[in-house]
């Protein structure tokens, strides 16, 4: 059986960026018409950077209240409190040996160089560091400002 379009579920990602670069090609090439809205999708993305900035504020004030009403309804807090703190013990564990063990070795692995001279290239082969929306205007501003990366690579 043949699945038909309105059967498949989910988005069409592939598609949308194939249009997104397709759109973008043909702006450049109007050349100077093109350059209104090439500015009206930049100032988008720029109103789009301050508004995740606002929510990446303004979320953990949110997760407090959710964690906290949970935290209330709990019977036993003792068992909680061991359990999050082996939690914490373990992440915090992990995160020593994934970041100064691992990362350092393939970084040595992949150029013959000191990893600990410049800490901040650890972060960029770390599976982890893949930038999320909440993440990404802060790590663009550090990628900038920090290691003097043009804005256009940024």
Known sequence: QIPVGT???GMNI???VM???VLGVALKKLGQEGEDLIRFFNSFNEATMVLVTWIMWYVPIGIMFLVGSKIV????IVLLVTSLGKYIFASILG???HGGIILPLIYFAATRQNPYQHPGALCFISPCSVPSSATLPSMIKCVEENNG???RIS
Request: proline fraction near 0%; avoid cysteine; hydrophobic fraction near 55%.
């Open 7 to 9: 059967e498949i579920e």
């Open 14 to 16: 592939l598609g949308l």
């Open 19 to 21: 249009f997104a670069l």
């Open 73 to 76: 309804e709990m019977e036993d």
């Open 95 to 97: 995160h020593v040996i």
């Open 149 to 151: 990366v043009d804005k």
